[in-house]
């Protein structure tokens, strides 16, 4: 693994940095593990210098988020096959990383992998942000395989096999440095929330391949940053989602999507007025907003993204997620 970096994105994240970061460096043997600093405020350096002098300190000049920022990051790391980015709020145990490396040894059209994601909290359930493997339905909502919308389920090894997926969850994403370059990195505009997604469908579209190895877990705390709630992380989830969909869905999907979410997001905004969440209907109504003002510039980046597509990816769950969820299917193993 000396040729793997797993780089850590900080921002006022001392206290995350002092609980995760001893286990990472304990367990990571053999590759270099850099911090990234994205302007933080707070004594990050300083923890990190009291608790692993050896780790790699990168620091920004401001909070780029976590797209841009891995973006900056990473372009100043020269000589490494393979980028491991890790949430500064995930604990790994012993042999968490060699999984991940084996199969982009192993497999020379897989651009990214994942391992299995769990709760610190509680560690034998699944987490939300990646579970053991992401997907989205026919109108772009995300999903897992032990994850379906706000359900976790427990993990009793059912999802223990490793395969093909549609997205590797940002809280730990294991990846080919070249492809990861190649692609342009994170849509930097996201600047948090959907980028991992976007670059994995775009990874798809450029005939490569994205996997879970559950035979490699994590813990993730979550949520460490933008709570649930926020109504930023919900502008931030609806428009980069609509971003994402247009630049990047087939004809038939993008027509099916302009049809139907409007609606969806619609009801939506209507549910958040009706929990007294006026904020979150104002979010939604942002989004769009924002969406519709850059629908010029989105088209000039649908038409590169999709000049050249290999194929389109195998792994779009044709049904809508939501609907699943209202007839009581809310574990993976029961959608289809």
């Known amino acids: 693994m000396a040729n793997t970096a797993v780089v850590i994105l900080n921002y006022n994240g001392a206290e995350h940095l002092r609980r995760f970061l001893p286990s990472v460096v304990m367990h990571s043997a053999g590759a270099d593990i850099v911090v990234a600093d994205n302007g933080s405020t707070d004594n990050s350096a300083e923890v990190v210098c009291s608790i692993a002098p050896q780790v790699r300190w990168e620091p920004l000049d401001r909070n780029y988020g976590f ?23 995930v604990e790994v145990p012993q042999g968490w990383l060699a999984p991940l490396v084996q199969v ?19 560690p034998q359930r699944f987490e939300y942000a990646g579970a053991s493997g992401g997907f989205i339905d026919y109108l772009g909502y995300p999903f897992c395989r032990g994850r379906i919308l706000q359900v976790t ?74 709570g649930s709630d926020s109504p930023h992380k919900l502008y931030l989830n609806h428009r980069n989602n609509l971003l994402m969909l247009y630049r990047c869905a087939s004809p038939l999907q993008r027509a099916v999507v302009a049809v139907a979410r409007p609606l969806t997001d619609l009801a939506a905004a209507v549910s958040y007025l009706l929990k007294g969440n006026s904020e979150g209907a104002k979010a939604v109504w942002r989004a769009w907003r924002y969406f519709l003002g850059a629908h010029s510039r989105l088209a000039v980046e649908r038409r590169q993204i999709r000049g050249s597509v290999h194929h389109e990816s195998r792994n779009i769950y044709k049904g809508v997620i ?7 299917r809310r574990r993976f193993d029961k959608l289809m």
């Open 67 to 89: 797209a841009e920022g891995y973006n900056r990051a990473l372009a100043r790391l020269d000589g490494y096959d393979y980028f491991v980015l890790l949430n500064s709020d």
């Open 104 to 122: 982009l040894d192993r497999e020379g059209d897989v651009a990214a992998v994942a391992p299995k994601i769990l709760s610190a909290q509680e």
């Open 153 to 226: 389920e427990q993990d009793s090894g059912q999802y223990d096999d490793a395969r093909e997926v549609f997205w590797a969850s940002g809280a730990a994403f294991c990846c080919r440095a070249d492809i990861f370059r190649e692609l342009g990195g994170f849509c930097g505009e996201y600047f948090a929330h959907m980028e991992e997604i976007d670059l994995c469908w775009r990874m798809q579209l450029a005939g490569w391949r994205v996997m879970v190895e559950p035979r490699s877990h994590v813990w993730h705390l979550g949520g460490g940053t933008l």
């Open 322 to 328: 939501v609907l699943r969820y209202a007839l009581g």
